[in-house]
């Protein structure tokens, strides 16, 4: 998405391209000195120390990769977009997301060019201007001769939204080939219950029954008794029939929300666990998906963690559900081992949402998750026009 | 004695055609069967009801609104009695209906029906004061709690457990696990030694006892 995007009413004339061709040439030192930290910076990130020195570097570099997609834009009379991602809040997270955009790399191999073939252009602009004799190739030669140079900055300068979009599009294919996979195992898992429980037992309970009517009049002693057993077995059948239930869509997320189904999840902890959730109703798939998030970590936490205490946490802004569930146990968890993490981050991918784990050993473990989503109408007022509809 | 007069609430058809039958076979007077919730509402603010079965979920958005009904209907009339049955128990339900009010109040899973004599006798009990919460919800909550006392149980303090939940006297807890009346308050008195309660000899204060140390 174009971050700034600047116009201009047609291509610029010689003098104007010619201040930008002296700006170019004054800015060379300064091209030299940042692509020379940069790098330097970038290796010294291994030892720390690097961070600081991007935390500066960074801005100044999409400063003057700002600047010349001004220059390049007025040059060529046509806009020359920036295409970075939005930076998220707080100085170490949008340094992340600088380090590790496109566009930033791009900026970079940009200071190359402009240091090189970029500068002896401006610099023979200028040259020709201050040599007065040359005063008609200047006259001519001078805008076709930056244009060259903006054309060469925006093709580097601008990833096209087609890159962007590629990318966009790559990231929904494989988050929608894991909910695939994921729904398919999950149908499976349901079709092996129902067939080996439910379905079973109705059929079992069936045969006594018919037996029971054989016997009801010659028999009548063993006729009671299987009935008897019948409707025992129709008992088993609907506790089976719970269970799967509950693992489809839990009766209490749907009489109550996620507010009340996570106490409900909390309450079947061992050890205490404190709720902090005030969250609107959502749409229920968002609800469906973050409440067997929750069921996971909880169920982490009753398994591995050894913990004494647990907070769990749902807040929602208006745009997106941010959770989290901390532990004071014994840390040491593995997003990358066991199935179960990799789960809730599948789960959480088809809506654009993300996790993050920190459990470093010896604890404590705080699993953090986010997920944009708009409310339901119904239950709070609108605060996105492109609200989801109810 | 008269017989009691009944609300009966329960959005399926068979199952509440089912209910009238059994109900009324047992002596019971059917003041009204009602399929969602205003008429619910309406027929709770009868003054000649008695006590009153609902279904957790039904119409008009199939969630909690039974509940929710039976909940008011304890404020507005505190003590009346409601046996609350559900296709799930959820601990978190079970709280809510035990903090409305004292004794008479039951969660059960619609299941035990199919046990007209026990669902009769837990309906009796609800009416006459007392509290009755269905084995899986104590089962869950003995489940879950790894502490000591409850270690110390042994298996057959944990069915007589279990059993006084349910809102059971001594006499139906002996009968319930073939076992003599004197073998019952035995074990009864054990668990409340090993759980360090006081022993009470009122069924429903003992009852009270139990859940609230369960914590159901």
Redesign the interface.
Same mark, same amino acid.
């Given at each position: 998405m174009p971050a700034t995007a600047s116009t201009a009413p047609g291509p610029a004339g010689p003098f104007r391209v010619t201040g930008y061709a002296v700006a170019q040439v004054l800015l060379f030192p300064l091209a030299i000195v940042l692509f020379v930290l940069t790098v330097v910076s970038a290796v010294l990130v291994v030892a720390w120390i690097g961070i600081p020195l991007l935390l500066v570097l960074l801005p100044v570099l999409r400063w003057i990769a700002d600047l010349h997609r001004r220059m390049a834009a007025r040059t060529l009379g046509s806009p020359v977009p920036a295409p970075y991602a939005p930076l998220p809040e707080g100085a170490l997270a949008a340094l992340r997301v600088r380090a590790t955009d496109t566009a930033t790399w791009r900026d970079l191999l940009w200071l190359l060019w402009a240091m090189t073939g970029g500068f002896v252009l401006a610099v023979v602009v200028v040259v020709v201007f201050l040599a007065v004799v040359t005063f008609p190739v200047w006259f001519f030669g001078s805008p076709p001769v930056m244009r060259i140079r903006a054309a060469v900055d925006r093709a580097i300068l601008t990833v096209g939204r087609t890159d962007r979009l590629e990318e966009r599009v790559h990231a929904l294919a494989e988050s929608r080939a894991d909910v695939v996979d994921h729904s398919a195992a999950e149908l499976r898992r349901i079709e092996r219950d129902l067939h080996d429980g439910p379905q079973a037992r109705l059929a079992a309970a069936a045969l006594s029954l018919g037996l029971a009517e054989d016997l009801f009049e010659t028999d009548p002693v063993t006729a009671r008794r299987l009935i008897g057993e019948a &409707?025992a077995t129709?008992?088993t059948a609907?506790?089976e029939l &719970?269970d799967v239930?509950?693992g489809i869509h839990p009766?209490?997320l #749907?009489? &109550?929300g996620l507010n009340?189904a996570v &106490? #409900?999840l909390a309450?079947?902890? #061992?050890m205490p666990v404190e709720v902090e959730s005030a969250v609107p109703r959502l749409p229920a798939p968002v609800e469906s998906a973050v409440y067997f998030v929750v069921a996971e970590c909880l169920a982490n936490v009753g398994k591995h963690a050894a913990a004494d205490s647990v907070h769990l946490s749902l807040h929602h802004d208006g745009r997106v559900l941010a959770g989290s569930v901390a532990d004071d146990g014994r840390g040491g968890a593995d997003p990358r081992r066991g199935s179960g993490l990799q789960g809730i981050a599948t789960r959480l991918a088809a809506f654009d949402g993300t996790m993050a784990v920190s459990s470093p050993p010896g604890g404590p473990t705080v699993v953090r998750w986010e997920v944009p989503c708009p409310p339901l109408a119904s239950s709070s007022p609108r605060t996105m026009p492109s609200s989801a509809p109810a | 004695m008269p017989a009691a007069r009944l609300v009966l609430a329960e959005d399926h058809a068979l199952l509440r055609a089912g209910l009238i039958q059994l109900l009324e076979a047992k002596g019971f007077e059917i003041l009204a069967a009602v399929d969602n919730l205003p008429e619910l509402q309406r027929a709770l603010a009868d003054p000649r009801a008695d006590a009153a079965v609902v279904d957790v979920r039904m119409p008009p958005t199939f969630t909690d609104e039974g509940l929710r009904a039976a909940i008011e209907a304890r404020a507005a009339r505190p003590g009346f009695p409601v046996l609350v049955l559900s296709q799930y128990v959820e601990q978190l339900y079970a709280r809510e209906l035990l903090a409305s009010g004292e004794g008479a109040v039951g969660y059960l899973l619609k299941d035990r029906v199919g046990d007209v004599t026990e669902f009769v006798d837990a309906l009796h009990r609800v009416a006459a004061g007392g509290t009755v919460l269905d084995p899986s919800v104590v089962a869950a909550v003995l489940d879950r709690r790894r502490d000591a006392p409850v270690e110390r149980l042994t298996a057959r303090e944990r069915e007589v457990l279990a059993l006084m939940a349910e809102g059971r006297a001594n006499a139906g807890i002996a009968q319930s696990l073939v076992v003599t009346e004197k073998a019952v308050a035995k074990h009864i008195n054990s668990i409340f030694a090993k759980l360090d309660l006081p022993t009470d000899a009122d069924d429903h204060r003992r009852v009270r006892a139990v859940l609230e140390w369960l914590r159901v």
């Open positions: &409707r129709t008992s609907l506790v &719970r239930v509950r009766p209490v #749907a009489d &109550r009340g &106490r #409900a309450i079947d902890m #061992a | -």
